[in-house]
């Protein structure tokens, strides 16, 4: 049974930047694809990033480009989301997945089958 843990949310201004952290525990996702996804309020859950399981492959929802970047440490059992330049659209509960069965890049929210408790984001203008 594994289990994911995200980390670094926080109330920011708009034009800062915050790196969000997932660890996984109880076993690895070194072979999953894994991805960032954010829900704000009455709104439904979207992906913001992806990631394949080497790393190599990344890929971003059209409103972060050039702002965001995913990262992954397999050696760590540790993912990252740099964001930069936030804006107050940002603002969401930001969650990070895992997809077992899958190991390129994947969009489809049931693919994921591992999903952190989510940490808020709160970008003030």
């Known amino acids: 049974q594994g289990q994911l843990v995200e980390s670094g949310g926080g109330l920011v201004q708009a034009g800062d930047s915050l790196r969000l952290s997932c660890s996984a525990f109880?076993?690895?996702?070194?072979?999953?694809?894994m991805g960032w996804f954010r829900q704000a309020p009455g709104k439904e859950r979207e992906f913001v990033a992806l990631?394949?399981?080497?790393?190599?492959?990344?890929h971003y929802t059209d409103s972060v480009k050039d702002r965001f970047t995913i990262s992954r440490d397999n050696n760590r059992n540790v993912m990252s989301l740099q964001m930069n330049s936030l804006k107050p659209e940002d603002t969401a509960v930001y969650y990070c997945?895992?997809?077992?069965?899958?190991?390129?890049?994947?969009?489809?929210?049931?693919?994921?089958?591992?999903w952190g408790q989510g940490t808020q984001v709160t970008v003030s203008s």
């Open positions: 997945a895992a997809a077992s069965r899958v190991r390129a890049l994947t969009a489809v929210i049931s693919d994921y089958d591992y």
């Open positions: 109880g076993r690895t996702f070194s072979s999953s694809a």
């Open positions: 990631i394949t399981w080497s790393g190599a492959g990344t």
